[in-house]
């Protein structure tokens, strides 16, 4: 339906600062909810953070708020995930993904191909 591809990860040291891009085409982006999810080796896949269509509602987990913000350029046909201050523990595989509920992450079907975020201690 929509073609999402992701970029801006990368190797930064705790208490850095990342901010990730996932960029749409095929569709127009404000026609879905946006997540992003990650998942480290060895775990299951983790719903991060989501903003609504018109961009005036976000979600996020427990884990990252107060640290990470979701937004969307409509220009761009872009949604963003900044990243400030990065833990250790953030490190992991990040996917956006194209869906139909803020907070059901069932409800998203539509996947970028990941980008990589290490954070070193």
């Known amino acids: 339906q929509v073609q999402l591809v992701e970029s801006g990860g990368g190797l930064v040291q705790a208490g850095g600062s990342l901010r990730l891009s996932c960029a749409a085409s095929?569709?127009?982006?404000?026609?879905?909810?946006m997540g992003w999810f990650r998942q480290a080796p060895g775990k299951e896949r983790e719903f991060v953070a989501a903003i609504s269509r018109g961009g005036s509602r976000t979600y996020y987990a427990d884990s990252v708020k107060g640290r990470f913000t979701i937004s969307r350029d409509y220009a761009k046909n872009t949604v963003y995930l900044q990243m400030n201050p990065l833990k250790p523990e953030d490190t992991a595989l990040y996917y956006c993904?194209?869906?139909?509920?803020?907070?059901?992450?069932?409800?998203?079907?539509?996947w970028g191909q990941g980008t990589q975020v290490t954070v070193s201690s």
């Open positions: 993904a194209a869906g139909a509920i803020l907070a059901v992450p069932s409800s998203y079907t539509d």
């Open positions: 095929g569709r127009t982006l404000s026609d879905y909810v």
